[in-house]
């Protein structure tokens, strides 16, 4: 059964800092990874997706990196900002349906 | 452009009380998703239809029922809400191709006394 991690749970860092959030998964069978933000009391915002056969992702300051083989994405984001305080969650798809199995987060702040 | 709308947005139900959760898509998406989102839990699929036609069990459906009334529209429906279905229920849908994201509802927030 695919399990997802994320650690740590929680994260606080100082405006401009880069940071890397982790997520591991226990089977390297996967089609696809999604990295998804949250803000509080609403929906999740998909911020990329890496295919199976993809390394990594780029969109803005932020830059995703698949691992298959041991199990490991990351979310780089660059230069960070008060306004990219949220929740970050990653999700494995697992087949061709598109059922995807979410890890618990990581909550980011981001003080000014 | 509204995308994945859910409603109602905010719920309370008594125990053994039934209700049914709607959700509507205006992307012409193939396939739908349910989700429950708890603390501590993270998201967990309920049920999901892979297109117009099918609905299949995710992860947690018991206590839950699902329909898929056209292309647009896949609803939820819990027949006798207990005080451990309360949670926030997220609906998602997403395109044709196995490598297309998901995009989510602002989800319902659903409590049960």
């Known amino acids: 059964k695919q399990e997802v991690t994320q650690i740590p749970a929680a994260l606080s860092v100082p405006e401009g800092e880069n940071l890397v959030l982790n997520c591991s998964f226990t089977?390297?069978?996967?089609?696809?990874l999604q990295w998804f933000r949250q803000d509080p009391g609403k929906g999740l915002t998909s911020l990329l997706l890496?295919?199976?056969?993809?390394r990594e992702q780029t969109s803005g300051r932020l830059n995703a990196s698949l691992d298959k083989s041991s199990g490991r994405s990351t979310l780089y984001i660059a230069a960070s900002q008060p306004g990219d305080s949220a929740t970050y969650l990653c999700?494995?798809?697992?087949?061709?349906?598109?059922?995807?199995?979410f890890g618990q987060g990581t909550t980011l702040q981001v003080k000014p | 452009n509204a995308g994945v709308t859910q409603t109602p947005k905010f719920q309370v139900l008594k125990t053994g009380q039934s209700m049914t959760l709607q959700c509507a898509q205006d992307?012409?998406?193939?396939?739908m998703y349910w989700y429950r989102q708890d603390p501590g839990m993270g998201l967990r699929l309920i049920y999901y239809?892979?297109?117009?036609?099918?609905?299949d069990k995710g992860e947690v459906p018991n206590g839950y029922n699902v329909s898929r009334l056209n292309k647009r529209e896949f609803s939820l429906r819990l027949e006798s809400a207990a005080p451990s279905q309360t949670s926030v229920y997220f609906c998602?849908?997403?395109?044709?191709?196995?490598?297309?994201?998901?995009?989510f509802g602002d989800g319902t927030r659903l409590s049960i006394l």
């Open positions: 998602a849908s997403r395109d044709r191709g196995n490598n297309q994201p998901q995009h």
């Open positions: 089977d390297s069978a996967i089609y696809n």
């Open positions: 890496i295919q199976s056969s993809q």
């Open positions: 999700a494995v798809g697992s087949g061709n349906t598109g059922k995807l199995i």
């Open positions: 992307m012409n998406h193939n396939s």
């Open positions: 239809s892979a297109s117009e036609g099918t609905t």
